[in-house]
């Protein structure tokens, strides 16, 4: 079975179903340095800030899901949407380790509806603030948050916000 190394050194199977040891620093530290829109934005903006900023407008009850709802791209990487939807291998691949992910979090699949929507409004958030202006409509049936205006942080910053706004959910 094949095998990635993680940041903190581990041995992780991400096709495998019991894939190893999932640590938030891994997640952290692999979506810090991930770019938002396939890196076809105007500057470097991480899909670990994204998930931060994703866990801080859904309903509280819904934050800790939030910020790990692309946690499997830390382990597979993710594919723009036109792509991945033609990939359904991949997609199923995907929520498969997402599930095991969010278990080790005491989460479940499917994603709640407010988290799907708070991602579709940063999507359109992020777009409307860091990509050049759309050669035709997206097609998302939401509007960018007019209250959010991002900006960017460095890699660095965004791993230790992600960190931080984790520590903040799990504290009891």
């Given at each position: ?55 801080e407008v859904v309903p ?100 230790q916000a992600f960190l ?9």
């Amino acid at each position: 079975m094949s095998w990635i190394q993680t940041f903190t050194g581990k041995a992780f199977y991400p096709l495998a179903d019991e894939p190893g040891e999932i640590d938030i620093r891994d997640i952290a530290h692999a979506l810090s340095l991930q770019c938002r829109f396939n890196g076809h934005c105007n500057v470097f903006y991480s899909v670990a800030q994204h998930s931060v900023h994703v866990s801080e407008v859904v309903p509280s009850e819904f934050a800790l899901w939030g910020l790990m709802h692309d946690a499997a791209e830390a382990y597979l990487s993710d594919l723009p949407r036109p792509v991945k939807g033609q990939m359904p291998q991949f997609s199923e691949l995907e929520d498969k380790l997402l599930g095991r992910i969010l278990a080790a979090y005491d989460l479940s699949l499917p994603m709640p509806s407010q988290v799907k929507l708070a991602d579709e409004q940063l999507l359109m958030t992020e777009a409307r603030d860091l990509m050049q202006s759309p050669p035709m409509d997206w097609l998302i049936p939401v509007d960018a948050l007019d209250d959010l205006k991002i900006e960017p942080m460095s890699p660095t910053q965004a791993e230790q916000a992600f960190l931080q706004r984790y520590d903040q959910l799990t504290q009891c």
